[in-house]
């Protein structure tokens, strides 16, 4: 009962922090320090990833009618006129293609490197200059963007060549644990002309095919023989983690529609301070 305790905290951790720009891994790594987990060190690894799997499934629900590509209810870009043709949206195909080319280099570079990072970089050091970093970043861009007009105001509009842009920060997220992956491609987005609301959308479908792919990788590493206790553990934080997900999500997309990241870039560098003077004093072991 404690184990699950502890992965209802988790999820809850999970869920909120998915979403916001503020690091997911990071966050989850940060409790372990002080929520230890009676499980194996290959089951946590795994199940510091595997746990995004419930956050995925709240963007597939609260964006279903943007991500299926079939059906001819309010399909205004059918690929013909023939019976299967009026059942394919070729908008969402499209969206489909670009979500693909911006996970081309995290995806190549995660699958070589994978076990390097978790060996070298998942370290509160690491976590905590990487939120740091990313906090200014954030607080840098927004101010840039003050005077600046987005070029792209819809998905539609989202080029191929800036899709696989924002999958180059969003590789910056793979490789450093703590930037932060929603964050990584939202301030690359913003870079690029890309208007808040369409960043923040990219970045939730981009997230569908990237941790499905990740936390796939994972179970292949640490294979399919759950005990009972494990796999209930496991369980109980994706759903915790959908659950919280879900009003995330909503709170985010409303947000951003009358605020800007500065906040998230502050809350990051103040935490990034804070993890670096309890590595110092010992509170945290590196």
């Not at 499980?39 to 991500?67: E, N, P």
């Not at 007009?149 to 910056?172: C, D, H, R």
């Not at 590493?221 to 994706?238: P, Q, W």
């Amino acid at each position: 009962m404690l184990e699950i305790i502890k992965a209802i905290i988790l999820g809850i951790v999970e869920g909120i922090t998915e979403w916001l720009p503020i690091s997911s891994t990071g966050h989850i790594i940060l409790v372990e320090q002080f929520l230890k987990q009676d499980q194996s060190q290959d089951f946590k690894d795994m199940f510091d990833v595997v746990i995004q799997l419930g956050a995925i499934m709240a963007v597939v629900i609260i964006f279903w009618k943007k991500l299926w590509p079939f059906g001819r209810k309010d399909n205004a870009h059918p690929l013909n006129k023939t019976p299967f043709g009026k059942m394919v949206k070729t908008d969402i195909f499209i969206m489909w293609f670009k979500v693909l080319v911006a996970c081309i280099p995290a995806a190549v570079v995660g699958l070589a490197f994978d076990d390097w990072i978790d060996a070298h970089l998942r370290t509160p050091y690491v976590i905590a200059v990487a939120l740091i970093v990313f906090g200014i970043a954030f607080i840098v861009v927004e101010n840039w963007n003050k005077t600046r007009k987005p070029k792209v105001n819809s998905i539609e509009e989202l080029t191929y060549q800036a899709a696989f842009i924002i999958g180059v920060f969003q590789l910056i997220a793979a490789l450093f644990p703590g930037t932060s992956r929603s964050g990584a491609t939202i301030v690359g987005a913003l870079l690029i002309g890309i208007a808040r609301p369409v960043a923040a959308e990219f970045t939730f479908f981009l997230a569908v095919p990237t941790m499905f792919g990740a936390s796939l990788l994972k179970l292949l590493k640490f294979g399919f023989h759950f005990t009972g206790s494990e796999f209930a553990v496991l369980l109980t934080g994706m759903i915790v983690s959908f659950i919280v997900s879900i009003f995330v999500i909503k709170f985010l997309m409303d947000y951003i529609k009358k605020h800007d990241f500065k906040a998230f870039g502050w809350y990051r560098i103040g935490l990034g301070i804070l993890v670096l003077i309890c590595c110092f004093c010992g509170i945290i072991k590196n």
